[in-house]
């Protein structure tokens, strides 16, 4: 589905972001479930990942005091 390549780039963003990669993975890899689920299969490996990639810069990008229903809102927005 996502690759380690992919994985290992968001892991490194949370850090530079010194945010918790495991507290916003499965968060992300289920956006990315649900769009395959909808969508159909992505194109190619590239495409998955760079989905991924791009609702994980989403999650480091929001505020914390954000309510949630308007943090998932802003995640889909920017995909």
Do not use: H
């Amino acid at each position: 589905m996502i690759s380690q390549a992919a994985k290992r780039q968001a892991e490194f963003l949370c850090r530079r972001k010194q945010q918790s990669f495991a507290r916003i993975e499965d968060k992300c890899l289920t956006y990315v479930r649900v769009n395959e689920s909808i969508l159909g299969p992505f194109k190619n490996q590239v495409y998955a990942d760079r989905f991924f990639l791009t609702l994980v810069r989403a999650e480091l990008e929001r505020p914390e005091d954000e309510d949630s229903a308007q943090r998932s809102r802003t995640v889909w927005i920017s995909v």
